[in-house]
């Protein structure tokens, strides 16, 4: 029987930046996954990024992650979302090719030494004294592995839904994987049901363009990931999208299929994504809207296929055709397939670590959609966790968890653990408490140094850091000592109606005002006579996080104070043996909570929903004691 480190189920999200990270850890590694082909496959929209995910793919990018460099080579559209707000929301997205971001996704997983892809279906998993040990698959193959990462999507048992009749598929034309919820039923885990869904694919040629909202891409795009080279991007033509709108005639028409809807017939049990519903959905939990905004997204450049976002559904086909044809722009428009909704099994995710492996077989780590979670970007943090936790074990390191003031792939795992989830989770800015630290401007001031002591980033590249954090350190000393006369400023301030000063002022001062930038402020100052200033405005990156550490220096400063008291809570520990049940002055919920999540720190134990403050002082004293 061959013997891998690291076996990875799934080439999705997850399972890309799981096998890629342990394999450039220096693990053997394989991938097996239904269909080498179907590698980073889109199973619905065709973007990345966007308001909170944006965020992610920065953050994954500066652990040495591979989603922000697939969706440079691959997208056809770059915007940053929210930029008319403050800077923590500011977020990165892009419409891809979805054709080139699988294939791209496939040559990158092909090109990394170490890592084997294997075309198969694994249908059943082995543990041995609580320790996992192999897999088989349905070719009959058997594999042993020191580690398992399940990156399984919404494969597991999957039942897809176009009104009332399911089919057995895990997603638009592929095999539901069977076996494996029922091998890891049988280990003792707890297996649940979850849907999601996706719109109809309409004909391109079809639609009348010249009626609809043209919605274009960024004039100056900008990539996600730090290691592609600015002077070639964007790699490929950029397009546009475009914006029509639901009518009370529309929803006439898909409230006449609602006798056949499988969600509201009660044929899907699992519940779906309350923050992304079908239209279906949004036409009952929103009675009082008369319209709903729909954004017509191009799936690629040679490409006649046309995504309606924000049309999911799993009405019958005639009824998603009829009322499509109400739609302004679409009155001749030919569906090419319907819309559909999946059903999957997942596995609630209080029974995984904060490291991803899970608290009942060790070795075995859960990544992506089985645990809940909803979209690429949430899938792909995941898996990268998950294939660094894995090599740092196998390699006898200590294990690699990220704090939620850190990133929001942080945040998400720690809600996942703490919370468990019971619908599909997708991660927003509201989420993050410290969101004013984790912005994605500085995702490589956060985290690029892990990802450089793991091996998964570039000298080069890590150097490029270490300069420019030292250059953003000499600019802030500078901007908080130095003075701007008022013969040097006053011309500026004048002609922007900000006061004028009578008496020297700083530039950190400065900068706080409004209606001034940095880069103006610092314009005014004899650049020749401060070399610091010089090397400041020669560099677009530390400029922008000078400005940003220095107008926001007061709320930073609190969210960092804050954090400060709250690493207290953090850094206490819980022995992982630790007995809750025994916990007798707790109340009944909280303990019952306790030993379900098996919390490892005091701060995780606080964000447990059901355990009291007066329980964490319990807590407190029995572990003092
Ligand atoms: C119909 C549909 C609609 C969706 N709608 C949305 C949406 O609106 N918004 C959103 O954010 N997300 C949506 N998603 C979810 C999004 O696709 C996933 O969150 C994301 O792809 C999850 O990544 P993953 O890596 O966990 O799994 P996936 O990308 O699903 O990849 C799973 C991989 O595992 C492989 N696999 C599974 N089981 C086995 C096995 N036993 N053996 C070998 N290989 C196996 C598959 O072949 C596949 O390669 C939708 C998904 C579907 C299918």
Redesign the pocket.
């Known amino acids: 029987m061959k013997h891998y480190n690291v076996i990875v189920?799934?080439?999705?999200?997850?399972?890309?930046e799981a096998s890629v990270a342990a394999a450039r850890m220096g693990m053997s590694v394989a991938m097996?996954?239904?269909?080498k082909n179907?590698?980073?496959?889109?199973?619905?929209?065709p973007a990345i990024g966007g308001s909170a995910?944006g965020h992610i793919v920065h953050e994954i990018d500066s652990l040495g992650g591979a989603m922000g460099l697939i969706a440079d080579r691959t997208g056809i559209q770059f915007r940053t979302l929210n930029k008319s707000k403050g800077p923590s929301v500011w977020a990165g997205r892009c419409q891809s090719d979805r054709k080139l971001y699988s294939e791209e996704a496939v040559r990158f997983v092909f090109n990394i030494p170490g890592l084997e892809v294997i075309e198969?279906?694994?249908?059943d998993a082995y543990a041995e004294d609580g320790k996992i040990t192999g897999v088989k698959?349905?070719r009959g193959n058997e594999f042993g592995c020191d580690a398992l990462v399940?990156?399984?999507?919404?494969?597991?048992n999957?039942l897809?839904y176009t009104g009332p009749n399911p089919r057995i598929g895990?997603?638009?034309e592929?095999p539901?994987?069977?076996?494996?919820s029922e091998a890891f039923a049988k280990m003792g885990f707890v297996v649940d049901r979850l849907k999601?869904?996706?719109p109809p694919r309409l004909v391109k040629s079809t639609i009348d363009f010249s009626v609809l909202e043209e919605q274009p891409g960024d004039e100056n795009p900008q990539p996600f990931s730090r290691r592609t080279p600015v002077s070639e991007f964007p790699y490929l033509p950029q397009v546009s999208c475009y914006i029509t709108y639901t009518d009370e005639s529309v929803h006439k028409i898909l409230e006449k299929g609602f006798d056949r809807s499988p969600i509201f017939t009660g044929l899907i049990k699992g519940t779906g994504?309350r923050y992304?519903p079908s239209i279906e959905d949004k036409i009952v939990r929103f009675a009082d809207k008369p319209k709903h905004q729909l954004f017509l997204e191009p799936e690629g450049l040679d490409n006649d296929l046309i995504y309606l976002n924000g049309f999911?559904t799993s009405l019958p086909e005639e009824i998603q055709f009829e009322a499509l044809r109400k739609i302004k722009g679409l009155e001749n428009v030919e569906m090419a397939r319907p819309?559909?909704?999946?059903e999957?099994d997942y596995f609630p995710p209080h029974q995984v670590e904060l490291t991803l492996e899970t608290k009942l077989v060790k070795g075995l780590y859960f990544?992506?959609?089985?645990?809940g979670?909803?979209?690429?970007?949430?899938?792909?943090g995941?898996?990268l966790i998950a294939g660094i936790n894995a090599a740092l074990k196998i390699q006898g390191k200590p294990e690699f968890v990220l704090k939620r003031s850190e990133a929001y792939i942080g945040v998400l795992i720690d809600d996942l653990v703490g919370k468990s989830t019971d619908e599909?989770y997708?991660m927003f800015t509201s989420r993050a408490e410290y969101r004013l630290l984790l912005r994605q401007d500085n995702a490589d001031r956060r985290l690029m140094k892990y990802g450089y002591e793991f091996g998964l980033i570039p000298d080069d590249l890590y150097k490029e850091l270490e300069q420019k954090e030292k250059l953003i350190t000499q600019g802030f000393d500078f901007a908080s000592n130095h003075r701007v006369s008022p013969n040097e400023i006053n011309e500026l301030l004048e002609s922007k109606n900000s006061s004028k000063i009578d008496n020297g002022e700083t530039i950190s001062k400065l900068t706080k005002r409004p209606e001034l930038t940095l880069k103006e402020i610092l314009l005014a100052i004899d650049e020749e006579k401060y070399p610091v200033v010089k090397a400041i405005l020669s560099n677009e990156e530390v400029l922008q996080q000078l400005e940003i550490e220095l107008k926001y220096e007061g709320y930073i400063k609190r969210q960092t104070e804050l954090v400060k008291k709250m690493e207290k809570l953090e850094n206490t520990k819980i022995p992982p043996n630790f007995d809750f049940l025994s916990l007798n002055t707790v109340s009944a919920e909280g303990r019952e909570k306790l030993h379900k999540v098996r919390p490892r720190s005091i701060g995780q134990a606080s964000r447990i929903s059901g355990v009291s403050p007066a329980d964490i002082s319990v807590l407190m004293v029995y572990l003092k004691n």
């Open positions: 189920i799934g080439g999705g999200h997850a399972g890309i097996i996954t239904m269909d179907a590698i980073g496959r889109m199973s619905c929209n995910k198969d279906s694994v249908v698959t349905e399940v990156a399984s999507g919404t494969f597991l999957g897809m895990g997603r638009y592929e539901a994987a069977s076996g494996l999601t869904g996706t994504p992304c999911s819309g559909y909704a999946v999957y990544a992506g959609q089985i645990n979670t909803s979209g690429y970007e949430e899938a792909a995941q898996g599909p997708r």
